[in-house]
């Protein structure tokens, strides 16, 4: 089995979740980081997709967040 | 950023590798942007100039290219062969100048003040890549199995049709709870067999949060190994065995930089 570079869903667990950690004080901050990841991950992987692969952590979170973003991304694909 | 000056006086960071030259990488970076390193005691920290403010859009196409973009540079640091190890940064990492520091001179007391962690994990990730698995069930296909298999389910099934309305609802309970507990048993056998599996075929696996939803499949395992640079041939051979099982599907990615095995944290304020 060869392995996939296609999979926007690993790509963002990684990119966005992880990686070398500042200090504050160096870096431009953001008050509402998670509500910016979860954002882009709709925006980027489309909401079916995301439930197929269970991102969303905490149900209620998620549907929260569907709630809120439902209009603006439902028909995005990748 | 209305000042002219200002509008690139910050630092987005996509790694830090091991090598003290100063290198352009071309306009590679998110928006076309220089991509270049800033070299401090015996490390670099690869970076493009860009305002002192958070890339954020609600053009999902836009952000899809940056993060596309923070992913190629990675890449080519990763194929530069100047470069051994790479120790990637989180999308939106932007150092900013402070009271009496630019952003560069930000990045470089930074790398001084962080070079032995940064020299250590580079050392760790020298010359490897990572990879990521996701092994999911079918949780339909779970459900027969575990049915099919068992006599205590078949005799209690009996028993809700021969029983009164009151009894059977008992019985439908004790069912319900049956059925749960042995998929978790039947889960958490799968999860150790494939583990043990797949963990011999690369040097370090680390196992990640699972996270599960009402989706098609579920997932039942979730890892991270870091390999030698190409040589994933034999967690893929295990891999396809574990794919090619009925019920199961298993979802193989990479290479990414080494996101998964770099522990870096800021130096404490200084302030």
């Not at chain 1, 070398?20 to 910016?36: C, E, F, H």
């Not at chain 2, 859009?57 to 470069?83: A, I, Y």
């Amino acid at each position: 089995m060869e392995p996939e570079r296609d999979e926007v869903v690993d790509l963002l667990d990684r990119i966005l979740e992880k990686g070398v950690v500042l200090n504050s004080d160096l870096i431009i901050t953001l008050a509402d980081v998670p509500l910016i990841g979860i954002d882009l991950r709709l925006a980027l992987a489309g909401i079916d997709r995301m439930l197929d692969y269970g991102l969303f952590q905490d149900w209620e979170e998620a549907h929260k967040a569907l709630d809120q973003a439902e209009d603006d991304v439902s028909d995005i694909e990748i | 950023m209305s000042e002219k000056q200002a509008e690139k006086e910050a630092r987005y960071l996509y790694c830090v590798t091991d090598s003290s030259a100063e290198i352009s990488l071309g306009e590679i970076g998110l928006g076309g942007n220089l991509v270049y390193t800033i070299p401090a005691a015996k490390l670099s920290a690869v970076v493009h100039d860009c305002p002192p403010e958070p890339y954020d859009s609600d053009d999902s196409e836009e952000v899809k290219g940056w993060v596309r973009s923070h992913q190629n540079v990675l890449d080519r640091v990763m194929e530069e062969t100047r470069f051994s190890g790479v120790i990637p940064a989180s999308f939106d990492t932007i150092l900013q100048p402070g009271e009496d520091r630019t952003a560069t001179e930000n990045v470089r007391y930074w790398l001084k003040s962080e070079a032995e962690t940064l020299e250590e994990q580079l050392e760790k990730v020298e010359n490897k890549e990572e990879y990521g698995v996701r092994v999911a069930y079918d949780p339909d296909w779970l459900q027969d199995k575990i049915q099919a298999d068992s006599e205590e389910f078949k005799s209690l099934k009996k028993k809700i049709d021969e029983s009164s309305e009151g009894a059977a609802y008992l019985y439908r309970e004790k069912l319900k709870k049956l059925r749960e507990d042995r998929i978790e048993e039947v889960k958490e056998r799968y999860i150790s067999e494939f583990y043990d599996m797949i963990a011999p075929t690369v040097p370090e696996i680390k196992r990640e949060e699972k996270r599960d939803s009402p989706g098609k499949n579920r997932m039942l395992l979730n890892l991270s190994c870091l390999v030698p640079r190409g040589e994933y041939e034999e967690l893929g051979e295990v891999l396809e065995r574990i794919d090619k099982r009925e019920g199961f599907d298993v979802k193989f990615t990479g290479p990414w930089a080494p996101f998964s095995f770099t522990e870096v944290n800021g130096p404490e304020s200084e302030a």
